[in-house]
């Protein structure tokens, strides 16, 4: 497949003139003018938008599906999500005993295993259960437990190699033994938490680098206590993620986030919910009822938002066309900064020589044309 006359964000920039050769599953050439092969797929593509594919490390559900209903659902969502120029996700479990918990990762684990078509299923987050109480969000209070290595064993025997990042309240008991046991083998994120600055900071050092959808289910920004948010925003060794369909957050707290961070360390994520790309009506999130208004999912009992509707291209298209980001700045929160984040930054999240052919074509209004993953058009407007 030859792509010719995009504009090409290349991971960090974007770049005029250059045309993109694939072969096979990878890009094998950036050049100016190339000119087809014999028999050679040609996309025009002279006004648009070439960029790595979206990848997105913290979704639930996606059309009427969970994480937590196993293998099928996570292949569902991968084959559907990529009309919203998703090329690889994490789907993220939720709060549930440890038995469910074992079923949902054993089941992305499967979902790895046995795909062959859409969005790249690139391992587990999970969100849960190692949380405060106190900021449990729209998750099940009965099976939230203190960090441990056992539990987290039983929830993952036998697929423990998927999980690619677990969200931990640093305050809670046992949380510097846990964060110190897995952080060579995953991303911890510090989320649904009542730590103050200090302690956040403190994480930092025991290994945590990531923050759970930044501002949500968190001690607030206070000017002589700034909580999470101050550790957040101004600890370096901390990515966050932020939650831009502008519901979540004020638009100004998402853009006081980015300009804090910068694109290296702010990852755009849906946590989206399984109403994401359905009517409004009522839903389910971890087992909790939710309904979904005008977009917005709460929880019938107690109104706490229950997760997004949102997706990749609309988190894009947010940023850019709602707070007047630099395009190539939210192209890089949603593709390169994602993927080195999972550790998956050598292989994608970039237009590059070597790189896997997974890509998302973009209109002049940040609309999804088309998307490739491993070199073939999966989706195409």
Known sequence: MLIR????????????????????????????????????????????VLSPGFVDVHIHGFGGR??????????????????????????????????????????VKAAMEEQTAGARVLGCHMEAPFLNPAKKGAQRLETILKPNMADFEAMTQGCQDVVRMITVAPEMEGAEAFIRAVKDRMAVSVGHTMATCAQA??????????????????????????????AALSDGRFTVQVIADMIHLHPAAVKMAILAKGPAKVELITDAMEATDMPDGEYELGGLPVYVKNGAARLVHGDNLAGSTLTMDKAVKNV????????????????????????????????????????????????????????KTVYCR
């Open 5 to 48: 006359g995009a504009s090409i964000f290349d991971g960090e920039t974007i770049k005029e003139g250059l045309d993109v050769r694939i072969e096979g599953e990878r890009i094998v050439r950036l050049g100016h003018q190339l000119q087809p092969l014999s028999g050679e797929e040609v996309v025009e593509a002279q006004g648009k």
């Open 66 to 107: 969970d994480t937590m209903q196993g293998k099928e659902a996570v292949l569902f969502m991968a084959e559907n999500m990529t009309r919203h120029g998703v090329t690889g996700f994490v789907p993220t479990t939720m709060c549930a005993t440890i038995q469910e918990t074992h079923f949902a990762v054993s089941g």
């Open 201 to 230: 900071i403190q994480a930092a050092d025991w290994g945590a680098t990531q923050i759970t959808h930044l501002f949500n289910a968190m001690t607030p920004f206070e000017h002589r206590e700034p909580g999470v948010p101050g």
């Open 320 to 375: 850019i066309t709602q707070l007047g980001i630099d395009p190539a700045w939210a192209l890089r929160m949603a593709t390169a900064t994602p993927a080195q984040a999972i550790g998956q930054g050598d292989r994608m999240g970039k237009v590059a020589q070597g790189y896997l052919a997974d890509l998302v074509l973009l209109d002049a209004g940040w609309t999804v044309e088309r998307t490739i993953i491993g070199g």
